[in-house]
């Protein structure tokens, strides 16, 4: 990669009225489990250190093809996609998880994100709140920032569709 080429940067961000962030929270630092909610990813199996905790980190492997539901994923073809993160920081009263990609067949270099939730402002009571996620990445190839950005914004919607109708069946 050009020394001299700009890192990408962006962040997308997503509102849920139903849930809480004590309720959300968990979810996203359960690190090894997030095949159950982010689109595409077929398995998640920790490598090495504690879920949750920072030095944790995954394996993940994305489904070369979008089912139900699923985003497609221009930069890949055929075979499977797979990528080790790592955990780089836990805030848990700030409610913010930073990890990077360490290796990955998906084009990624340099890739740092963060995932914030923010509570809902006091008009709306206890209930709803908000997810940030932003990142820096290296430009990747076949891709532009909007297009991944747009991406971004679909597969956390998803996400934390999933997430919210998880927490419906359990009350």
């Not at 849930?19 to 095949?35: A, K």
């Not at 073809?77 to 797979?82: L, T």
Request: contains cysteine; charged residues 25%; aromatic residues 10%.
């Amino acid at each position: 990669m050009d020394q001299n080429v700009a890192k990408w940067e962006g962040k997308v961000s997503a509102r849920l009225v139903k849930s809480t962030v004590d309720q959300i929270w968990p979810l996203f630092t359960d690190f090894l489990n997030i095949h159950k909610w982010f689109p595409g990813v077929e398995t998640c199996y920790g490598v090495h250190g504690n879920n949750g905790e920072p030095g944790c980190i995954r394996f993940c492997k994305v489904s070369a093809t979008a089912s139900n539901n699923d985003v497609a994923r221009p930069e890949m073809d055929e075979a499977s996609g797979w990528a080790k993160e790592r955990i780089i920081a836990v805030d848990h009263d700030e409610h913010s998880l930073t990890y990077q990609i360490l290796e990955n067949n998906l084009g990624f270099e340099s890739y740092v994100a963060t995932v914030k939730i923010i509570p809902a402002s006091g008009e709306d009571g206890p209930r709803g709140c908000t997810v940030e996620w932003s990142f820096t990445v290296d430009p990747i190839e076949g891709w532009t920032l909007d297009a991944l950005l747009r991406h971004y914004d679909q597969c956390l919607q998803l996400t934390l569709n999933k997430m919210e109708a998880s927490l419906e069946n359990l009350e």
